[in-house]
Each structure stands twice: as structure tokens, then as C-alpha cells.
């Protein structure tokens, strides 16, 4: 009777998820038909999403280059841009621009002097010096001109408590958040950004960004791993070097470097904004017309060509320093537009994503070997192919090798059996869980429909997630595990305590 009753529950239960699936899909169906579409002649695309709950407006800019669109010389170049692109227009951010923009030719005549003196194999250290001196006179009188942080500024006096923007390695993003009866305001501020930019106080953010390198990667051991990890395991990619560039290239990226940078890669073709909120779709449109369509734009840049080539054999990199032991190894994978994604992505969830997962259960409580172990599915980025990584924090006199020998047989257990039921279902409803709790919220919705149109190749694909979800089987995550978790295919990389 017990037994019955149990499986009439079991029964019910998966009725009642299949219906849930049916109502989610019904509801997913009815957000795509808020969404309309527009790209104007230059090649800017706006995707416009109707949400008239609250008199609100999400901004999204997606711009689609990233750290993976560097070269060799100007490594960090992307992220500091991004730090430049507040610095305002020729209009916004200045007192008198026609008089400022003498100084700043005057200022990047001087520099290319001094840094050209600087880089002799015998540089004249009175030369330097005069050198020197003068440069930092003309960045005292281009200072004068400058308004600091109006930017930010008029953007909050008009209701954006929350302006930001972020770099990636796959591409570079910048949020607003406004009243609904502020679109034609943020049109206006907006385009003049990519229109009229001025890269004002260029050497100052420099420094900026090269101490944010000192004190995010050089002062800690953890983003050294990162960094060696990374260089080990990508000889060819350009995913091989992280967001902030190395220290050698920002110390000579040049004004004219980011002005020829922004030129190439913030054409109108290559940006996708995403406005979801309170506002008419066609009054979106027209007005983008009125302020982006004025903007001249080159063809999009064409496709980054290196692909990162076969692995012939397990890699290991190694930082010594001053911390305690940490070891992190990475395997290859496709991109996320693969077919292969969510198998990889349902892997990584079971065996390492948080307390309940397989290593936290075997690692932490059970074996007591580590005191914390997870995964990072898509590490560094995911546009192209990249790294599923797994890390362990070794407890007290217990060692990264031990770790690895306990993850190792997880791994095993991942290719020799299928993963439970319950594990699986488990997945497809947080999965589906967070994707929905995504969709209840402006700022998502406007940086996952960027996201998806040009990472994905259609924002479409978005509300179809559900449907992929339930497609997903156990027999999907085993033959995942097989293709791409060979120690062939892994680097492997270790933080050594430095010994006293």
C-alpha cells in the first residue's frame, strides 16, 4: 500500500512539473511577442522589449569586443577604454574643447617625445628630465579644462542611481537605468558618447588601470594562478591573457592607440542595444534614427581567425608565493553555441556547484580534504572555445595532490555512470528556475537579449531555454564527460606556499 502511495505522489508531482513546463512555455511565449526589433542603416541594431508595469527603463549597450580582440602590444586595451568612455564628449565633460583639444595634441606630442627618449638603449637623463617636466606641465593645463565626472553627474540628476559598465573577455557593456519620460535624454547623452568621444585625462586613467593591475593580479596569489593558468593552457587564443592586459602594455598604450581601437570596434555595426521597460517601440525607433543614425559607421570587424589548436598532452603551470596551497586545473571545451553547452554546463553543476554537489560531499565533508572545491563552466569566456575549470583550497597538512586524485575519481564516476535521476531534475529545475527569475527584471532581460543576439546569433533563443532544459538527458552529461574530461585535453595549474 506504502509503495502505491508513493508512486501515485511520484506520479502527480511529475504531472504537475510537466504542466509547470507547459505553463512557463505558454508565459515565455508571451515576453517574445513584447520584443520587437530594429537596425538602422549604419548597422546598429536596437532590440526594444515592452514592460509597462512600472515607468522604468533599462539600458543596455553591448559592444562586441572584448579582452579576445587584443593583439600582442596593447593587452588591457578594451578595459581601458571602457574607463575612458565616461570621460565625456566634445560637449559633455569640458569647459572651452576647442582650446582643450589643442592642449591634448600638444600633450600626446609630448609624451611621444618623452617616450621615445625613455626607450633609447642610452636615454639622456637631462633630456628625460626636461622631457618630464614639460609633459606634466601641459596635463596641469589640460586639466583646467576638464568638468569632473558630469557623466555621472547628469545622468544622476535625471534618475540613474545605477550607471555602470564592464569588460569581459568576450566583449565590453554600458548600463543605464532611467524614468520612463527620460529615453529621448538618454538617446541624446548616449550617442554623443559614441559620436563625439574625447579620451580626456588619457594618461591619468591609464595609471588608474595599471594600479588596478597591481592590486587585482600582482599583490594577489590567486590571480597570479589565474593568469598562469590561463597562458599555460591557451598558447594560441587570445583568451590567453586576462581583461586587464599585462603591466608592459599599458605602460605604452597610447592615446592614438585606443582612439584607432575605438574607431574599429565601436562602429555602429558592431553595437546592439537592448531597451526593456516602460516605452513605446516605435517612438524607440524613431528617435534612434534621430540621434544613432547620425553616426557614421565602418562594416563590422571582421571575425577574430585564431582558433586555439589541439592539445597533445597534459600542461602544468606553477606560482610560488607567499599563500596557502590552492590547485586549479582547467579542460578545453567548445563555445557555448555548441551543442555540447548545456550537457557541460548540467556536468559542472552536479559535480561542483555548491554544498550539495558530489566534491563538496566528498572533498569537504566526507574525505576532509579540502576546505573549499567547486567549478567554473566557461572560464574565461564562452563566446569561443574555452575552459571548464575545477579548483580545490586544500585543507591543513592535506595536499593539492590529494585533491586532484579525489577529484579525478569523480571525474571517473562521471564517465563510467550515468548521473541520477534526481540529480538531473534537480538541474533542469534551477536551471529553469533562474532563467525565469532573470526574466522578471529589466537590467536582466535588457543584457540577456544583447547577450543572446550577439553571442547566440538571436535573442530568440532566449525564451526557447526551457524547452532546451527538458531536452537535456543523463546519457547527454556522461558522453560530455568522455569527449572532453581527458588529462590529454586538461592544464593543470598549482599555488605552492612559498617556504620561509
Excluded at 594560441?236 to 582612439?259: C, N, S
Excluded at 556536468?347 to 560531499?361: A, C, D, P, T
Excluded at 575552459?387 to 591543513?396: E, G, H, M, Q, R
Aim: charged content about 25%; hydrophobic content about 40%.
Amino acid at each position: 500500500m506504502r509503495k502505491k502511495c508513493l508512486r501515485t505522489v511520484f506520479i502527480c508531482a511529475v504531472g504537475s512539473f510537466l504542466l509547470l513546463g507547459q505553463l512557463h512555455a505558454q508565459a515565455l511565449e508571451g515576453l517574445k511577442r513584447q520584443v520587437t526589433e530594429k537596425t538602422l542603416k549604419n548597422g546598429m541594431k536596437f532590440i526594444v522589449m515592452e514592460q509597462h508595469q512600472v515607468p522604468l527603463v533599462s539600458f543596455h549597450v553591448y559592444a562586441d569586443v572584448g579582452s579576445a580582440q587584443e593583439v600582442q602590444g596593447i593587452t588591457g586595451i578594451s578595459h581601458l577604454l571602457e574607463h575612458m568612455a565616461f570621460k565625456g564628449s566634445s560637449t559633455l565633460g569640458t569647459k572651452d574643447y576647442a582650446a582643450e583639444a589643442k592642449v591634448l595634441d600638444e600633450l600626446d606630442q609630448a609624451y611621444q617625445l618623452l617616450a621615445h627618449e625613455e626607450q633609447k638603449l642610452k636615454p639622456d637623463a637631462a633630456r628625460v628630465a626636461e622631457l618630464q617636466k614639460k609633459f606634466a606641465a601641459l596635463q596641469q593645463q589640460a586639466k583646467e579644462f576638464v568638468v569632473n565626472n558630469e557623466y555621472f553627474d547628469i545622468m544622476m540628476q535625471n534618475g540613474d542611481n545605477g550607471v555602470n559598465a564592464y569588460t569581459s573577455s568576450d566583449a565590453t557593456q554600458y548600463i543605464n537605468y532611467l524614468p520612463a519620460n527620460r529615453l529621448e535624454f538618454w538617446m541624446a547623452v548616449t550617442s554623443d558618447r559614441f559620436l563625439n568621444p574625447v579620451f580626456r585625462e588619457f594618461y591619468k586613467e591609464r595609471d588608474v588601470v595599471m594600479e588596478e593591475r597591481r592590486l587585482g593580479v600582482e599583490t594577489r596569489p590567486n590571480s597570479k594562478l589565474f593568469e598562469d593558468l590561463l597562458a599555460t593552457a591557451f598558447k594560441a587564443h587570445p583568451y590567453h591573457h586576462m581583461v586587464v592586459g599585462h603591466m608592459a602594455d599599458l605602460k605604452r598604450i597610447t592615446h592614438q592607440d585606443v582612439k584607432d581601437y575605438f574607431k574599429k570596434y565601436y562602429s555602429p555595426a558592431n553595437l546592439t542595444a537592448a531597451v526593456v521597460g516602460d516605452v513605446d517601440p516605435q517612438e524607440v525607433f524613431r528617435l534612434a534614427e534621430l540621434y544613432f543614425g547620425r553616426i557614421s559607421s565602418d562594416p563590422k570587424p571582421e571575425p577574430l581567425r585564431t582558433v586555439e589548436p589541439e592539445q597533445w598532452g597534459e600542461r602544468r603551470a606553477t606560482v610560488v608565493a607567499q599563500s596557502q596551497p590552492i590547485l586549479m586545473f582547467g579542460y578545453h571545451r567548445p563555445a557555448v553555441t555548441h551543442g555540447d553547452d548545456l550537457a557541460l554546463e548540467a556536468l559542472s553543476n552536479i559535480i561542483g556547484k555548491g554544498r550539495s554537489s558530489r566534491l563538496w560531499e566528498t572533498l569537504v565533508k566526507k574525505e576532509k580534504a579540502a576546505a573549499a572545491v567547486g567549478v567554473m563552466n566557461g572560464f574565461p569566456g564562452d563566446k569561443y572555445p574555452t575552459l571548464i575549470v575545477f579548483y580545490a583550497v586544500p585543507s591543513k597538512d592535506r595536499t593539492a595532490a590529494e585533491c586532484l586524485q579525489l577529484i579525478d575519481k569523480e571525474i571517473g564516476r562521471l564517465k563510467t555512470e550515468p548521473v541520477t535521476a534526481q540529480e538531473l531534475t534537480k538541474f533542469k529545475q534551477t536551471k529553469k528556475k533562474n532563467t525565469l527569475d532573470q526574466l522578471k527584471d529589466n537590467a536582466s532581460l535588457a543584457s540577456l537579449l544583447t547577450y543572446y543576439d550577439v553571442v547566440q546569433g538571436d535573442w530568440r533563443l532566449l525564451f526557447a531555454e526551457i524547452k532546451r532544459v527538458d531536452g537535456l538527458t543523463a546519457t547527454d552529461i556522461q558522453r560530455v564527460a568522455n569527449t572532453y574530461l581527458g588529462n590529454n585535453n586538461r592544464t593543470v595549474g598549482e599555488l605552492i606556499p612559498e617556504s620561509k
